[in-house]
């Protein structure tokens, strides 16, 4: 695809397929082919590491956080399960939700946490609500450490973000899948991977070996499972669209036993993801 952006007459003029089409520069069109564009150099140009959250390096995209606290908050979760830890950020930043809304903690799963890490996190002011355990997270007996983390009858969600090959995640996704409360998620991130693959700092392969073809092939397996884009709560924009390195990545639990139901009215059924 080529795209050329003519500001002086306010469009864009996109060739794809022998195909030209002229669109209007500041409409919605435009602003979902700029925002992919956006994407795409924002990873190569590691834009996304750029940023903390009270002291500690977060190494996500800032929209996608403001979308999953909007979540958090709605389900207000006992516990929070994350993979892949890194420098912590991520943590801390579920954990200063949770102390927020009152209640919760959070669960921290990585194959390996590098000594200056652990130390920041434990010396962490929000430390006491985060546990951290270090090995391979589809490992049966670090599943069971989590598992032992999590009281019965508490409300749940899990965030993939370790190992993004399409076989780790699925095998976390039928780890962890058992334990994230109707109504809520387990949320795999990177799925963007998908259409980056090729660009720089990819590889070839991540058009198939990706988080969301694992999400995919899990949900067409799991009918208590549906891919969904949780609503927005507040949205006075023209935009409907979110700016995502996760996409396809929400899988809502709405029955346990693979019940094909829907949860408080709001939700329906859905194929694979767009």
Request: glycine share 6%; aromatic share 8%.
């Amino acid at each position: 695809m080529k795209i050329v952006v003519d500001t002086s007459l306010s469009n864009l003029v996109v060739e794809d397929d022998n195909r030209v089409a002229e669109i209007p520069l500041f409409s919605t069109e435009a602003f979902d082919l700029i925002s992919k564009l956006w994407l795409r150099v924002g990873w190569n140009r590691k834009y996304s590491y750029a940023f903390s959250w009270l002291g500690r390096p977060i190494i996500q995209l800032p929209e996608d956080m403001i979308r999953i606290q909007e979540i958090i908050y709605r389900l207000k979760p006992d516990v929070i399960v994350e993979t892949g830890i890194a420098h912590g950020g991520s943590l801390i930043f579920y954990a200063s939700l949770l102390k927020l809304i009152g209640k919760g903690k959070v669960v921290g799963i990585d194959v390996e946490i590098r000594p200056h890490n652990r130390r920041a996190i434990e010396a962490h002011e929000l430390a006491p609500m985060i546990t951290l355990i270090e090995g391979s997270s589809i490992e049966p007996h670090v599943v069971e450490k989590v598992r032992a983390q999590v009281p019965s009858g508490s409300t749940v969600m899990v965030v993939l973000d370790s190992n993004h090959t399409r076989d780790h995640v699925r095998a976390e996704l039928e780890a962890y899948s058992p334990l994230v409360s109707d109504g809520s998620y387990i949320v795999v991130c990177d799925g963007v991977m998908a259409d980056i693959a090729g660009d720089p700092r990819t590889a070839a392969d991540w058009k198939s070996n990706n988080p969301r073809r694992a999400a995919e092939e899990f949900a067409s397996e799991h009918a208590e499972f549906i891919i969904e884009d949780p609503q927005i709560p507040f949205n006075e924009s023209l935009v409907q669209t979110r700016v995502t390195y996760w996409p396809g990545g929400f899988l809502k639990r709405i029955a346990r036993g693979g019940a094909d139901c829907i949860q408080n009215g709001e939700h329906s059924r859905m194929g694979r993801p767009n």
